[in-house]
């Protein structure tokens, strides 16, 4: 008899879009399914740059519609959600929102990184949390609230995908893999970090209890039950709600020696490990360590990732209008043919953060450091590309130097997996194989938690990842092409390639894959 089959939703938010998928596990067969994708467009108003969770959230129960709809009246097993990090809304007693939460792009956090040092010394602060500075962590964000009206009103604070689980459920929970990130979690105790809050005037209070990936997180409410035609009942699933801590659970990897690189609008490199790096040489290189499922951490560096090109793409295509929308196809092809290494920025410079206007900043990089402006946007696009797989190798030599492990193969996963260009380049650079899949590792991370939670499977992450190698397409690449034109590439950004310090992403944001895989 065929081993029975359960189905599960992930609901998986990123940076620019939103996607429930459906995936089918039984004990050897795992596939994945799109049922609905919507888009994610932050607002400014009144000069604050918001996300649009409302609209968030019924794409979320749209999605958890035509999840009932594929499953043919089976219903689903549990559902799981996983989002970016840092960001958050603010609740009042009766579990109504505030305001709408703050977009952590947006500009509010400027100088609070100065306030907070003040009141705790960096190398404090990183020796009780081990995350790396980026200027809108949880605690900035927080700190830049003092005084306002919502935050003197609010009696819950919940993370993005923890308020989602709570409309969904009416249970309040703060999922530990995303807890992390806020810079207030104690990796070795993997609990809160008191000290580190009383010292920020953070009160620890608005958070509901710390729940583990695989812990229950309560079950769909009649009305969103109504809505979406789903059966009760249908429970919710903590997962690693960080999105990049289900993108590493979702990479295949069959050797413990394996780096990972969650790559689309940031990219997030480094390694899997059993504790955390707390060194002041640690911090220095700007590395992070986050939790991750199975009592993992994942120490990484943040890198701007292809946000970069992505936002290039939507300044020539505001220059061109409707009628010269870019052939992303025909740009990386033509970008394969520049020439190599001809000019290289540092993915890590804070210039690239914002919005708009990208090919000037790469190109006032460039002048910058005497090196030749890209003319096209095919040379503009092979200098980020370049760039970003210097910055891989960078985070990965750093990683292995740091932490005292070996790589012999890098993993990319997300969105940049479909990127050919990106991955053979950084292959290149790293002068290590690199191995291509899944571009949805963050939804399959999702799913193998809540499937084990559910008993559709059993292991720990080496027999998730074994099913994940056995089930999902993958390419390899293999290292060619002179080794030494990246180490001189690497020398032309001098101090300033050391830190890959991108006050990237929490964030996460992680895995997001359009409009430039």
Not at 323 to 342: F, H, I, V
Request: hydrophobic share 40%.
């Amino acid at each position: 008899m065929p081993a029975q089959e359960h189905h599960f939703a992930a609901v998986d938010l990123g940076a620019s879009s939103g996607r429930v998928m459906v995936g089918e596990v039984a004990r050897d067969r795992l596939t994945l399914h799109e049922v609905h994708r919507f888009p994610n467009q932050p607002t400014r108003v009144l000069g604050t740059l918001h996300w649009n969770v409302l609209s968030l959230y019924q794409g979320v129960l749209d999605g958890l519609g035509a999840a009932a709809a594929h499953t043919r009246g089976s219903g689903l097993t549990s559902v799981g959600i996983d989002t970016w990090a840092v960001d958050y809304g603010l609740l009042a007693a009766d579990g109504t929102l505030l305001a709408n939460p703050v977009h952590y792009r947006d500009t509010r956090t400027t100088g609070t990184a100065e306030r907070a040092a003040a009141a705790l010394p960096p190398p404090a602060l990183y020796a009780a949390t081990g995350l790396q500075h980026l200027p809108f962590n949880t605690i900035y964000q927080l700190m830049a609230a003092q005084g306002t009206p919502a935050l003197a009103a609010a009696h819950r604070l919940l993370l993005i995908p923890d308020l989602i689980a709570y409309w969904l459920t009416g249970e309040a929970g703060t999922e530990l893999t995303n807890a992390s990130t806020t810079q207030l979690i104690d990796p070795r105790t993997r609990d809160w970090a008191r000290p580190v809050a009383k010292a920020l005037g953070i009160d620890l209070t608005l958070f509901p209890p710390l729940r583990r990936p695989g812990d229950p997180a309560g079950t769909l409410r009649q009305d969103v039950l109504a809505e979406t035609g789903l059966t009760a009942p249908t429970p919710v699933t903590a997962v690693g709600s960080h999105d990049t801590a289900s993108a590493v659970v979702g990479v295949p990897a069959t050797t413990p020696d394996f780096a990972y690189i969650a790559t689309g609008t940031w990219s997030l490199a480094g390694l899997e490990l059993d504790a955390p790096v707390l060194t002041e040489a640690s911090r220095a290189a700007n590395f992070t360590n986050e939790l991750g499922v199975d009592g993992t951490v994942r120490y990484l560096r943040n890198i701007m990732g292809l946000w970069m090109l992505q936002e290039c793409v939507r300044s020539w295509d505001a220059r061109g209008g409707l009628a010269s929308r870019t052939d992303l196809t025909a740009l990386l092809r033509e970008a394969a043919e520049a020439t190599p290494l001809r000019s290289v920025v540092d993915a890590g410079d804070p210039a690239f953060i914002a919005p708009h206007d990208m090919p000037d900043r790469i190109a006032d990089a460039c002048r910058r450091t005497g090196q030749p402006v890209p003319r096209t946007p095919a040379e503009t696009t092979r200098c980020v590309l370049d760039s970003l797989a210097l910055a891989h190798r960078r985070a990965i030599e750093d990683a292995q130097r740091l932490s005292g492990r070996t790589v012999g193969v890098v993993h990319i996963v997300g969105g940049g997996a479909r990127n050919e260009l990106l991955c053979r380049l950084t292959a290149d650079a790293c002068g290590l194989p690199v191995v291509a899949g899944p571009a949805e590792a963050a939804a399959l991370g999702n799913v193998l938690v809540q499937a084990r939670t559910a008993g559709s499977v059993s292991g720990g992450l080496a027999e998730l990842r074994t099913l994940l190698h056995s089930t999902q397409p993958l390419r390899q690449y293999e290292p060619t092409g002179d080794h030494s034109a990246w180490d001189r590439a690497a020398a032309r950004l001098g101090d300033a390639q050391v830190t890959g310090q991108a006050t990237g992403a929490a964030t996460g944001q992680g895995h997001e894959e359009e409009p430039c895989a």
